[in-house]
């Protein structure tokens, strides 16, 4: 090899690292720009009462000046099971609310959902930090009324909200949790991402919901579509397989997307989750 030759590649390795080493650093630095993409756009101003439907509106304080917007939504007639349910990036109550109505009417249950800080109508901006502590002040407010005493609650959590709903179910336990098209870590969601798993390595265990899995003790159906370009599916196999202490554990894997998953084959999926829910 000829010592122009070595040069050249003595100086792309440089110029590789050196581009690695700054894109790494930004990312780490910005990692609740990388991790949260609040929906802050009003033009979705939707509520349950477009629906026909009766619901309360709660503004709930998490702490330093910052409140989160919720919505109790009961269930027409009455319903002994309350859907405690967290949505996904890039949403908003308002945008799950068609959703979470074909929820209602499909499986016959209260719901329960809430915005995180950023999100929709809330101020302030979403961080990895803070995102445990908001959800489980969500969780709490509710948990604490006094018609909840005797009700199943069962967390369900979508995308993001997944990340939620393992955290709750594991520190509070559940009657059931349900989790949809969500990751089993932040580093699983950089290694199983064609742009992102050169910095793999270096990323931290942030929203750690693979580990958080194995301290889960009542009943889990995972749900996720083949086709996820988002979160892959493979993040599926990793929750399921460190789920260890599960009462029971089940796997739901629908032919299709991110978002679409429910829209697949509607009736399909509410049969799934209504069997879930009856065993």
Avoid at 69 to 84: D, H, R, V
Avoid at 185 to 195: E, F, M, T, V
Avoid at 198 to 226: E, N
Avoid at 249 to 272: L, Q
Wanted: hydrophobic share 40%.
């Amino acid at each position: 090899m000829n010592a122009g030759l070595k040069k050249r590649i003595m100086y792309d390795i440089v110029l590789f690292a050196g581009v690695y080493v700054v894109l790494l650093t930004y990312l780490l630095l910005n990692i609740d720009g990388v991790v949260f993409y609040p929906q802050r756009t009003k033009s979705s101003n939707a509520t349950p009462a477009d629906a026909k439907l009766k619901y309360e509106e709660h503004s709930i304080d998490v702490g330093g000046g910052q409140k989160l917007a919720a919505w109790y939504i009961p269930c027409p007639g009455s319903s002994e099971i309350t859907l405690f349910y967290s949505h996904g990036n890039a949403e908003s109550v308002s945008m799950s609310l068609g959703f979470v109505v074909d929820m209602i009417s499909a499986l016959k249950v209260n719901v329960i959902m809430y915005d995180y800080r950023g999100y929709g109508k809330n101020d302030g901006s979403p961080s990895v930090k803070t995102f445990y502590a908001d959800v489980e002040a969500v969780y709490q407010f509710f948990a604490a009324r006094p018609e909840m005493k005797d009700r199943k609650i069962v967390i369900y959590g979508r995308s993001l909200g997944g990340a939620a709903a393992i955290h709750l179910a594991e520190k509070f336990g559940a009657y059931k949790l349900i989790t949809e098209s969500t990751f089993a870590s932040i580093p699983h969601q950089a290694w199983y991402s064609a742009a992102l798993c050169v910095f793999y390595p270096f990323t931290p265990d942030f929203l750690p919901s693979q580990k958080k899995a194995a301290g889960i003790k009542c009943p889990w159906l995972i749900i996720h579509g083949t086709k996820d370009g988002v979160i892959d599916v493979r993040n599926s196999d990793e929750l399921y397989n460190s789920a260890a202490s599960a009462a029971s554990k089940e796997k739901y894997v629908v032919e299709a997307g991110h978002n679409d998953v429910c829209a697949a084959n509607p009736a399909e999926y509410y049969r799934k989750i209504s069997e879930f829910l009856k065993k």
